[in-house]
């Protein structure tokens, strides 16, 4: 068993056998403070696995009898929380691969890849994940030189935290052949140094030179990826995600944990084009359980922003440039068109203010037989991260929704004043500007970029401090949102940003019992204690998926 099996084993997700079997059975909530939404009951009544009741405790137990009786105990119990923007597949390999989150420094990042490297010995490429540069004491990106000095005789290469630039070693860029000579394709870069030589940074769409020369994981180490990924999510308290960026593959192994009952959470998947033939062939579809959908397609438009790659209008305050377009705009109107055709959703990953320009126009002209027909069709643009002024009004005007990660605020605000300048920076993590203009919002985490942690959503959208209490001068404190707000980009957000607000978003009576219980109520502690709570409960349809009562 895997320290990260193990650890989920003693918080009760996992039994030595698998899954914890889902406890399913009429209920009645009490004892803490329960949120419908923005407002507060006594008592829930759970019932075939809706909710039949919300108020008074005492008419709660006349409107079902034998009910399993959970008390609270002073948890707080809210509508299923709903990561909006995930990426299911990369949450479990960042369990099962070299987890580079939090790495202090250069030299920090040697040291973790010298012990991993000789507790998996092999010739086959090592892979690892999570760094990030901008607090390092070294004030820049590793190079295969850092990488070469530990590890110089196997292949190695380690993401960014952001997923949107590599560091390869020597051998890597040998196995792949990357020299002073090769071309960078377009949509990404190839970092050199004075002499011309490569550093072994590779951006965004350079990545596939080395990503390419790695083997693909067996089918047995992707169901081992899904099933970390699904169960880690039920333990922080998620009741659904909206994976990005979906491989067919993907969508099979979670179609069969859902007939097998050993998929805790929902999941509605947006997918990589080359993936989405039975999407646009049939239009969205679910599996027989409903707890797995296919609602779209996923696109890039630019990069981001700590790599220089989100797509700008004005060249970077910090470097010459201004970042770069992944997805060339033919294929990207061609993928639209087949979207409204087939009736599917689309999500675009847009972080710089021309990026953000550059969905908002295609969109626009996408639809311009029918401007109406675009709000119908509900289409992202994901993380919507920095907005020209003249842009913002544009949202709610067009129906778009922002798809957006609160937690990329608190850390990318201690490198972005630096890329953006002052002025321009005002223009980014506008959470209040577009919740004001009336814009449709829904809120996730990105993750395996972020921890995937909703109570870090959470404190982040209503604090935006870091997660010390730190908060710079030019943080932009007046985009926080308030609490219900907060709350309501996680739940009515999310569901309707996937047409489930029908079931989900909140938990008013015929709606998906599906409740996250937290150990603080998130609507009156103070901030500092937000992110520091946990998951007690997590139920799903009227199951209980996760229980941490008594631990």
Request: proline share 6%.
């Amino acid at each position: 068993m895997t320290k990260t099996l193990r650890a989920l084993a003693l918080a009760g997700v996992l039994t030595l056998g698998g899954i914890a079997p889902a406890l399913a059975g009429d209920m009645i909530l009490h004892g803490g403070p329960i949120y419908t939404g923005e407002t507060r009951v006594e008592a829930l009544v759970v019932k075939d696995g809706k909710v039949a009741f919300a108020g008074p405790l005492a008419d709660a137990r006349k409107v079902v009898a034998h009910a399993q009786d959970i008390d609270l105990k002073g948890a707080a119990a809210f509508p299923g929380l709903v990561d909006a923007h995930a990426h299911l597949m990369g949450i479990g390999f960042r369990e099962m691969t070299l987890n580079l989150e939090g790495s202090a420094s250069i030299v920090e990042l040697q040291a973790q890849l010298k012990a991993w490297n000789a507790a998996h010995p092999g010739a086959e490429p090592l892979s690892g994940r999570g760094w990030i540069e901008t607090h390092w004491p070294e004030k820049r990106f590793p190079t295969r030189a850092d990488l070469d000095a530990v590890v110089p005789d196997r292949p190695v290469v380690l993401t960014r935290a952001d997923g949107h630039a590599l560091v390869a070693n020597s051998k890597m860029l040998a196995l792949a052949g990357v020299t002073r000579d090769t071309v960078a394709p377009a949509g990404g870069q190839i970092l050199k140094d004075v002499a011309g030589e490569p550093t072994g940074m590779l951006v965004d769409n350079a990545k596939s030179l080395v990503s390419a020369k790695i083997p693909p994981p067996t089918d047995a180490q992707m169901r081992e990826a899904a099933r970390l990924a699904v169960n880690l999510y039920a333990s922080r308290g998620w009741t659904g995600m909206h994976s990005v960026s979906v491989a067919a593959k993907d969508v099979a192994i979670l179609n069969d944990m859902a007939a097998a009952g050993t998929l805790p959470i929902r999941v509605d998947n947006f997918m990589d084009l080359r993936d989405a033939g039975d999407l646009l062939a049939k239009g969205p579809y679910a599996d027989p359980t409903g707890m797995v959908r296919v609602d779209g397609i996923k696109l890039y438009m630019d990069g981001a922003l700590g790599s220089r790659g989100a797509a700008l209008l004005a060249p970077y305050n910090d470097a010459e440039g201004t970042g770069l377009i992944l997805t060339p705009p033919d294929v990207i109107a061609g993928a639209l068109d087949k979207a409204r055709a087939a009736h599917a959703q689309i999500a675009i990953h847009a972080i710089g203010d021309r990026g953000n320009r550059l969905v908002l126009d295609a969109y626009e002209k996408a639809f311009n037989d029918n401007p109406a027909g675009l709000a119908a069709a509900r289409w992202r643009i994901e993380h919507a991260q920095i907005i020209s002024p003249e842009d913002k009004p544009r949202f709610a005007k067009l129906g778009v929704i922002a798809s957006m990660q609160p937690s990329h605020a608190i850390g990318d605000l201690f490198f972005a004043p630096a890329r953006l300048g002052e002025a321009r920076l005002k223009e980014a993590y506008a959470w209040h500007d577009l919740w004001d203009s009336g814009a449709h919002m829904a809120a996730g985490t990105d993750a395996p970029v972020e921890k995937g942690d909703p109570l870090i959503e959470f404190y982040a959208a209503t604090y935006r401090h870091d997660l010390k209490g730190y908060a710079g001068a030019d943080w932009g404190l007046d985009e926080t949102l308030t609490r219900p707000e907060a709350l309501s980009m996680l739940t009515r957000g999310s569901a309707y940003a996937v047409f489930r607000e029908k079931d989900l978003g909140d938990l008013t009576p015929g709606k998906a019992a599906d409740i996250s219980v937290f150990s603080a109520d998130l609507m009156t502690v103070p901030f500092a204690q937000i992110p520091t709570a946990h998951a007690v409960m997590t139920i799903v349809g009227g199951k209980i998926v996760y229980d941490a009562r008594g631990k």
